[in-house]
């Protein structure tokens, strides 16, 4: 093969095998948390909607985009998407509750959500 290293099996490897170095596994698994704690929790205002009360953490990184991040507790209180469940829907497909996007517009008016919010991370990564 040429271009890249092998598995050791004559297959391609798609990532390096350190094994052999536990400093540097150490070293990327660290890493790999920090990356997932800024990816699903960087820069994120935990809100609560002013409707059903489900908590969820919001992002905005512009004037017309909002992240959220719901937990299973928050899909439980919501009766919008319960609503879309038990007519055999998606929520996934939902792009958002229209109550909790209008929770989301209060805190941005009160300022609870910081109204960007460019890649911050409460780890100081970024």
Excluded: F
């Excluded at 990327?28 to 908590?55: F, N, V, W």
């Excluded at 919008?80 to 929520?91: L, Y």
């Excluded at 929770?103 to 941005?108: A, E, F, L």
């Amino acid at each position: 093969m040429t271009g890249g290293g092998t598995d050791g099996a004559g297959g391609w490897a798609k990532a390096p095998d350190y094994t052999g170095d536990p400093a540097r596994l150490a070293a990327i698994a660290t890493a790999t948390a920090r990356d997932r704690r800024h990816y699903l929790r960087g820069g994120m205002t935990e809100l609560e909607c002013r409707t059903c009360h489900a908590c969820v953490l919001v992002k905005k990184t512009s004037p017309h985009h909002t992240s959220v991040q719901w937990n299973d507790e928050a899909l439980a209180r919501c009766q919008e998407i319960a609503e879309i469940r038990a007519e055999g829907g998606n929520p996934a497909m939902l792009p958002t509750c229209p109550r909790l996007s209008a929770s989301i517009d209060h805190g941005v008016a009160e300022g609870i959500v910081p109204r960007e919010s460019p890649e911050t991370d409460p780890d100081g990564y970024w």
